[in-house]
């Protein structure tokens, strides 16, 4: 009786239907014997022949208030106990589940795969494939709908949220979003495409000349460029802050005590303000840079695809993907122009801007030359002696409104002289 949904196209519907029916069914029966009940009363007990007959008077019931107790309470205890059951399955996605990023915009879907194929408005997937759809939204809240698939969640700017589950035949299928999101809203429909495993291969594959960048890629020059190298090994060795190995999905204590799992918005949120949540064993307050601001989302999901494949299994290289790996071969560069690769590829950049604006460090604008108020109240030129000490031994002479103990302090074994020379040469040149 009453059975009026659509289409079981993926592995988790039968089982959400299978309750969902349990539900209506009980509900109706139940509606049913207590209005028919009522309705049988009332006609039975009902004025006849202009007399009012008297009822007979009942007293309690301890066996029907017993019944009519206990019966709901278990059936509300399995509905709900279930329900946990199916939910808690549903969102437990595969490790091998094939991820694509979504981006909910007024009023369309922009999806994105892994090897960085791009397309608004169609999705295509493999059918027999876990498949783990992740959502944010670039403006206001949107909802990822698809009836047939018997999934949905909330799109979110600034926060990932997701969708998993395994199509289980090939068709085509709408994807709603069920959040008024203003004029267009009901408008802002995507096809899904649900195919055979070689035609998706086929497909994915298709065209990748047209692919702008490979997210994995991306991430990888993003962890040189952007300085997370100078903190975070790919190899395991702890430096100032976690390494990369194996972090997605990382579970672990912070130093409040509390647990962490190192998912999509973990990481986000330890990029863009990473003093909210500290691992145990490392520095409290971050001496990490607040990446908020600087950084685009598009950026983080790029990190984010380059530490997935950071998952042990091979030997990861970094180096190798920087555009900064020419600094130290290249002799053609003049000095200055090797010291300013390294202000980019030694991470400097993350600390010490070039416009005069105060980062975490001082900025190298006008700085060779002038005079320095030091922490301690005395004054020192900013020299060729001066810039080098600050370089090699951070902590021996803190500017004044700077914290010590922010810079790494390895960069006597990471810099030759020449370099530190370089580097100094780039700084006159900041004027
Ligand atoms: Cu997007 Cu409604």
């Known amino acids: 009786m009453f059975r ?20 209506t069914d009980l509900s109706v029966f ?14 039975k007990y009902r004025a006849k022949d202009g007399v009012d007959h008297e ?19 278990v059936i ?15 969102r437990e996605t595969p490790k091998d589940a094939l991820t694509i990023n979504v981006t909910a915009r007024q009023w369309k879907w922009d999806f994105q795969y892994e090897n960085g194929k791009q ?30 698939m018997r999934v949905k969640a909330d799109a979110i700017k600034g926060r990932y949220t997701y969708v998993a589950f395994k199509p289980v035949k090939t068709g085509e299928y709408t994807i ?33 000349d047209k692919i702008k960048y490979k997210p994995a890629e ?41 647990q962490y799992t190192a998912d999509e918005n973990y990481i986000r949120e330890s990029i863009l303000n990473p003093n ?37 299994s091979a030997p990861a290289a970094a180096a190798s993907t920087s555009q900064f790996a020419f600094a130290k071969a290249d002799t053609n560069l003049s000095p200055a122009d090797r010291g300013k690769a390294l202000y980019a590829a030694k991470a400097c950049v993350g600390c010490h801007s070039l416009d005069g604006s105060k980062v975490v460090g001082p900025t190298f604008k006008a700085l060779y030359g002038h005079d320095v108020d030091l922490a301690d109240g005395s004054k020192v030129k900013a020299d060729d002696a001066y810039l080098k000490d600050s370089i090699l031994n951070p902590n021996s002479q803190i500017v004044q409104g700077f914290a010590p103990g922010l810079m790494p302090q390895n960069f006597k074994d990471l810099l030759s002289e020449q370099d530190v020379a370089d580097i100094i040469e780039f700084i006159k040149s900041v004027k």
């Open 276 to 312: 909210a949540k500290i691992v145990q064993g490392f520095p409290h307050p971050s001496p990490m840079p607040a990446f908020a601001g600087l950084i685009d989302d598009s950026q983080v999901q790029s990190i984010i695809a380059f530490m997935k494949t950071l998952d042990g």
């Open 76 to 90: 509300c205890v399995f509905v709900g106990a279930y329900g946990i059951i199916i939910f808690k399955e549903i």
């Open 4 to 23: 009026y949904l659509p289409e079981q196209a993926s592995d988790v519907a039968p089982k959400v239907d299978w309750l969902h029916n349990l539900i």
């Open 30 to 43: 139940f509606t049913v014997a207590i209005v028919g009940t009522m309705l049988y009363f009332a006609f």
């Open 176 to 208: 709603f979003c069920t959040e008024y999101c203003g004029t267009d809203h009901s408008g802002m429909l995507a096809k899904l495409r649900v195919v055979s495993k070689e035609e998706f291969d086929r497909w994915v594959n298709d065209q990748s």
């Open 119 to 148: 397309l608004t408005s169609e999705a295509v997937i493999p059918v027999d494939t876990p498949v783990k759809f992740v959502l944010t939204a670039n403006d206001v809240l949107h909802s990822f709908f698809i009836p047939e």
């Open 55 to 73: 009822t007979p008077r009942i007293e309690g019931s301890h066996f029907l208030e017993a019944v009519w107790t206990l019966l709901p309470t």
């Open 218 to 258: 991306m991430g990888a020059s993003l962890y040189v460029e952007k300085g997370c190298k100078t903190c975070h090994s790919l190899d395991g060795t702890k430096l100032v802050g976690p390494t990369f190995q194996k972090i997605y999905n990382r579970q672990g204590t912070l130093d409040d005590g509390s």
